[in-house]
């Protein structure tokens, strides 16, 4: 049944926060709905979840419209310039800003609607070639080059951690993403604020925990394996 495995993973996420002294309050749990079909997450959300991550502006327009209005949407995949205005007024977050010029899309389309668009900026902690975001080294210079914007504000950093047979290999990856969001908050720079850390999936959300996230981004362990030979584009 959904409605355990969402509340074995918030439990696992209660067990973790014991472990490092944390408050479970302080950690969001983002159930990953993508490709999985409407139905599914109204069962998640019937079973309490009310934040979902998707990664494709397609497949969170077509669901937006069946879901309950409290829901929240998280933007959690690489987002194209051109289709930000398409989702700017409905998203709560953007967890993958990357680029100055994606960071300019959601300026100029947020400031059209009269809002100020949450985002995180999604950094490459591992170096990995395969992966989206910036290099630990240029977070900083990034940060100070958009915190002119008025109508996006910075809420932290999100990372995916590689894909590891033992979740313990990537404690080192979640605990460099969070020394990062604390030398960055030191320098308080305007519109910058550092109290998101999104990180930790299926295989190591427990460790991400254990080292600081305030979200976790949880697909597989809710909703079961994807199956991409139907859905991928
Ligand atoms: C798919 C995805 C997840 C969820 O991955 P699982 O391993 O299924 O939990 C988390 N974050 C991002 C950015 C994703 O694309």
């Known amino acids: 049944m959904l409605a355990d495995k969402l509340n074995l993973v918030k439990k696992n996420i209660e067990e973790a926060c014991d472990t490092a002294g944390r408050s479970p309050q302080e950690v969001t749990l983002i159930a990953v709905s993508k490709t999985k079909p409407v139905e599914m997450l109204k069962e998640a959300y019937d079973a309490g979840a009310r934040v979902f991550g998707e990664n494709k502006v397609q497949e969170i327009l077509d669901k937006y419209d069946q879901m309950p209005s409290d829901v929240q949407w998280h933007m959690i995949g690489h987002l194209q310039r051109n289709k930000v205005k398409y989702i700017i007024d409905k998203v709560s977050m953007v967890h993958s800003v990357d680029s100055v010029r994606l960071a300019?899309?959601?300026?100029?389309?947020?400031?059209?609607?009269?809002?100020?668009?949450?985002?995180?900026?999604?950094?490459?902690?591992?170096?990995?070639?395969?992966?989206?975001?910036?290099?630990?080294?240029?977070?900083?210079?990034?940060?100070?080059?958009?915190?002119?914007?008025?109508?996006?504000?910075?809420?932290?950093?999100?990372?995916?951690?590689?894909?590891?047979?033992?979740?313990?290999?990537?404690?080192?990856?979640?605990?460099?993403?969070?020394?990062?969001?604390?030398?960055?908050?030191?320098?308080?720079?305007?519109?910058?604020?550092?109290?998101?850390?999104?990180?930790?999936?299926?295989?190591?959300?427990?460790?991400?925990?254990?080292?600081?996230a305030t979200m976790v981004r949880v697909g597989t362990g809710i909703f079961g394996e994807r199956d991409y030979s139907i859905k991928e584009d």
């Open 104 to 212: 300019e899309a959601i300026e100029k389309e947020a400031a059209k609607k009269d809002i100020c668009m949450p985002v995180l900026i999604e950094v490459n902690v591992a170096g990995e070639e395969s992966k989206f975001g910036l290099s630990v080294e240029e977070v900083l210079p990034f940060l100070e080059e958009i915190s002119s914007y008025e109508h996006l504000q910075v809420k932290g950093l999100m990372t995916i951690a590689p894909f590891v047979a033992n979740p313990e290999e990537n404690r080192e990856v979640f605990q460099k993403l969070k020394k990062l969001s604390v030398d960055i908050a030191a320098k308080n720079i305007n519109n910058v604020n550092m109290s998101v850390l999104s990180m930790g999936m299926t295989n190591d959300y427990q460790v991400a925990v254990e080292e600081g």
